[in-house]
């Protein structure tokens, strides 16, 4: 073969070639047409394709915008993995349009689009009709949603041939967000790229990914569950100790503390309602920390100062500035930075008291130091962040960034949350430990107090010849500060001492006890109630053990009644109070003197001793009374005292009475008149006999 003949070849195979790729062309173009801007195209083998690129884009609004047949080439193109904000549209609010097409396979399956987190509302309109509706849009008001991915059902009709769907986005953004966060698709990092396909898979994405952002969540609920088992133990330790009432202050701010978390937990992963969830939130917030306030006073004794009440008052600023940034009154960056300022003299005034209480030495306050201060800066802080960011100065160190997410994910915020809790869980359960044995000795106190007591107070009475007696005794407390002895004496005369110490319970009572036994000293040296009630005075002066008011008598066989008083109440004779010269009561002056008064009792006359827990029993700010407590002196001495006690029993209440019949009733009725005249003699007994 010549070399002429060798070019021919080569030429011939050359152009046979040339036309077998021009028709290989020809037929891939005739299966795919070629691609326009913002034209994407699902192939019949692929399950799902993504929609990311350049979509068209006009700011303001026409319904015929949604037209298919609307001619968008002189549009700009925006991608659509990015707000309008970054692309040359910054400070843009209100309205504008995204249109893309779609061209779909032949073929009868479900074809569905997922659209990413869009801001602020949307609608979704596929050839011309409204499918999806995002949001709300103004006129004439409007409420603030946060976005999330939605999945769009597209029209199921069997497709003969390539179909090509217009899309189109009517979205409002709100000028209120416009200065943080720009309009149409979001730049969070976690928002999925819009994409289309066969509709169980777009479904099974979306719940993939609403899965992983619960789970990005988990750690709200598990605040909330960990929270919760706070607020249920405090309010166990108070349903066992109910006069504690800090633990029914902890329950009920852990409880507010709680609902907050879970509403962070169930608004994500979904479109929220903004103004609901901020609402609530702050309804939360407030409850908690004023629970708290309650909390801490209780816990540390604490009243109620101008700094604590300023504190309370800043508290409300935030429902203030909530409401003026959803006004559009003021930026959502200075509402988060005021709401933050208004924290600081709550958490200034929790972080001074502790500091305070811990130099005390109080050692609930040392524990709860830390987690209280670290858990407050954590707060505050990332509230400060959040108003930065919106007044578009964020911080390049992001404190809410998970330390890991494998199981959970767990952020430092949340160490100190589960810490804080932790701390106060362990000082309350310490604490009501402590108290537990602090109350178990008070109990074993009070058994041997009362044990001693019904020894000091007499269970049975004598039996007196020509004298009934009858006892009526009540004390305030579990042990009472009043006091009686009856003695009989071989003679036939019988003295009695009455009395009352100042105070109520467990030291009133053992001061009782020491006057009894002094008591039962003194009428073995003398029977004079002078004499016994200025011995008595020796022995409470000094002791700064209060005052006693005390009053001493003697009966004798004839009727003669002799009385000593030291500030205590007179004696009532048949519904008459007796006319007693002052005197001070017990332990105030040594030198104090008790004159004696003598009267003739008369056959059926009756005596009633009474303490002042008779007229100062109290019903709504009224007192029983003198005037009440002398009508009724002619009464049984339990009369008298359960009348008092039904009134409003306030202190301790003890009513004696004495029904003298007389020696020789007879004797004395066949006498001389003389005898059935009162006869009042003052005896001036010098105070130490």
Known sequence: MTRRHTKRLFVILALILFAHSTAWGDEAGSENPPEQPATFILKAAEPIAYLSGPWHFQRGDNPGFADPHFDDSQWQLLDSSRPWSSQGYKGLSGFAWYRFRIVLPPGKNAISILLPEIRTSYQCFVEGKLVQSTGSFPPPSFVLYSPYPVVVDLPQTPRLSATT????????????WERYAGGGPSDSKTNPIARVGRTAEVHRFLELYSTRARQISSDRLDLAGLTLLACATSFALYFLRHSEREYLWFGFATLANSLNFLLTYLYYGQI??????????????IASRLAFVAFYQRLFDCKMTWFLRTAIACLFIHPVVLTLGYSGQIPFGIENLLQAISRVPFECWVVLLLIQRSRQKVIDARLL?????????????????????????????????????????????????????LAMLAILIHRFARSCRERDRIASELDAARSLQSVLIPESLPLIPGLSIATAYYPAQEVGGDFYQIFPSIAGETLIVLGDVSGKGLRAAMTVSMIVGAIRTLVEISDSPAAILAGLNRQLCGRNWGFTTSQALRISTGGFLTVANAGHLPPYRNGLELDLPPALPLGIALDASYPEVTWQLLPGDRLTLVTDGVPEAMCVRELFGFARTQELSTQSAKSIADAARRFGQTDDITVLSFDFEGADAARVRSGSSKSFVDQQRAVEIPSHP
């Not at 769907?165 to 209120?176: E, G, K, M």
């Not at 929220?272 to 917030?285: G, H, P, Q």
């Open 165 to 176: 769907l217009t899309i189109a986005l009517r979205v409002w953004h709100s000028p209120i």
């Open 272 to 285: 929220r309602n903004d103004t609901l969830f901020d609402s609530l939130e702050m309804v939360a917030t």
């Open 369 to 421: 130091l830390l987690p209280v201060s670290l858990v407050m800066g954590v707060r505050l802080f990332l509230t400060a962040t959040v108003a930065l960011r919106q007044l578009g100065h964020p911080l390049a160190f992001n404190l809410n960034k998970p330390l890991f997410t494998n199981p959970i994910a767990v952020s430092f915020p949340d160490l100190a949350e589960c810490f804080f809790l």
